[in-house]
């Protein structure tokens, strides 16, 4: 899949960062990107890929094997939670682009929130700047999912973006053949990253505790 004006994108994140910054340069913060379906030709997929070309440093994290939480593993909790739990301290911000299922936040991405909250104490989600975008066929943009998941940002006190907030409706005509982003959307897409990019700056001092600890 290509994304013609990746570069461009990227010039922008840079200098958004800077102006935060005071012009002092600082290393680009890492944006753990978590893609909320599995499904081959998903729009969230479509539009994470869009989000990751315009902050190189971003990485999608693969959600899907996670094994459903379940607290009596703990004892000996298996290794995709470890590594999981492990692989996201290295990140200084959370991006979750989902969809909504039956009004709410489909098992994918609450399965790695479950996953990553835990065992008590340790949530390795504590102090990280977040922000949601959900993308739908439907003309309310999963609202209820952003919603919701947004509820579970709240306890799990990652600072979330209040706005621009993000419900991307009527998906079908977000993208073109090639699956590239076009329109409106597009600009949008481009600027919601470079908000979140400053946002995440701003509030990367915001206590995490698992910091400490690192
Ligand atoms: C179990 C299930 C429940 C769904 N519930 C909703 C819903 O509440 N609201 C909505 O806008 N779309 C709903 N949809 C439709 C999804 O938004 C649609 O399948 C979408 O394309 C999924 O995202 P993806 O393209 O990234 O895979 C539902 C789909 C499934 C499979």
Redesign the pocket.
């Known amino acids: 899949m290509r994304f013609p004006d990746n570069a461009k994108g990227a010039k922008q994140i840079g200098t958004v960062i800077k102006r935060t910054m005071g012009g002092k340069s600082r290393p680009k913060k890492k944006i753990a990107v978590f893609v909320g379906?599995l499904?081959k030709?998903?729009?969230?997929?479509k539009m994470a890929m869009t989000l990751i070309a315009l902050v190189p440093d971003s990485l999608n994290l693969e959600i899907g094997g996670l094994p459903v939480y379940n607290e009596d593993l703990e004892t000996s909790p298996p290794a995709a939670w470890t590594q999981f739990r492990q692989r996201l301290l290295g990140f200084d911000g959370v991006l979750f682009v989902t969809?909504?299922?039956?009004?709410s936040v489909p098992t994918v991405p609450k399965k790695a929130i479950d996953v990553g909250s835990r065992p008590y104490g340790k949530s390795v989600w504590d102090g990280i700047p977040g922000t949601v975008m959900t993308?739908?066929?439907?003309a309310?943009g999963?609202f209820?999912a952003n919603r919701h998941l947004r509820q579970s940002l709240v306890f799990l006190n990652v600072p979330a973006m209040q706005r621009p907030e993000a419900y991307m409706g009527n998906?079908a005509g977000l993208f073109d053949e090639r699956g590239n982003l076009v329109g409106p959307a597009k600009e949008f897409a481009a600027k919601y990253i470079q908000a979140f990019a400053a946002w995440a700056e701003t509030n990367s001092s915001v206590t995490n505790s698992i910091e400490k600890t690192r």
């Open positions: 379906s499904r030709e998903s729009f969230n997929r969809p909504e299922y039956n009004r993308v739908s066929p439907g309310i999963g209820g998906a």
